[in-house]
């Protein structure tokens, strides 16, 4: 079947299986590969891309589906060659491990902030409970959308800054910033190698 979707602002046409999934579409037929495909169960949520705006778990969109639709992978959160603030806050507040699943991660807290930009820590873990990070890192997670989110806003200087009461539910300590002492060099800080962000996209 022929199918025209455009991803990340480019049309692309292709002459695909009716089977295909989405996920491979994107990883295999455009190189796209900052998306995963963990499960293939839409249990783990390593594959979520948006679909006209919305999160899907690719893994379970067939591409046909997806034909005269608009495609955004995580290779299309940067402009301009500046990064998105959500990816810049999961670079400083260290809201990765592995690595497997932060694109899915951060896929959905750019949309969580497009539709709330001042969300709970609370509203966090809902919107990121589809899925899974196997290194258990959700407290920096949760802190990295927490920042975005004032980055969002325009706040100088943004830090996670909770609301009362909500230190303890992330693990952390209020008014404190991600790295008090500095990013960790592993992120940029002193003695990094590369620049923070470098592997979060």
């Known amino acids: 079947m022929k199918i025209t979707v455009t991803v990340n602002g480019t049309d692309h046409a292709r002459v695909v299986e009716p089977r295909l999934l989405l ?48 495609v955004t992978t995580v290779e299309g959160l940067a402009a301009g060659g500046a990064l998105d603030p959500v990816q810049e806050a999961f670079a400083e507040c260290h809201g990765l491990q592995c690595g497997f699943c932060t694109p899915a991660m951060m ?12 969300p709970t820590a609370a509203e966090v873990r809902e919107a990121i409970s589809g899925q899974v990070c196997r290194c258990t890192g959700y407290e920096n997670i949760v802190r990295s959308v927490l920042r975005a989110a004032k980055q969002d806003s325009g706040a100088a200087g943004a830090v996670p800054w909770l609301r009362p009461g909500e230190g303890a539910a992330i693990g952390g300590v209020e008014g404190l910033p991600c790295f008090p002492g500095g990013l960790p060099h592993a992120l940029g800080g002193p003695r990094g190698d590369h620049s923070p962000g470098e592997g979060t996209a």
């Not at 037929?29 to 963990?38: E, F, P, Q, R, V």
Request: glycine fraction near 8%; aromatic fraction near 6%.
């Open 23 to 70: 996920i491979h579409f994107l990883r295999d037929d455009l190189g796209l590969t900052g998306s995963h495909w963990g499960c293939d169960t839409s249990n783990c949520g390593a594959c979520v891309v948006w679909l006209d705006e919305a999160p899907v778990k690719s893994c379970t969109v067939l591409a046909v589906m997806a034909d005269g639709r608009r």
């Open 107 to 118: 896929m959905t807290a750019r949309w969580l902030l497009d539709n709330n930009p001042d």
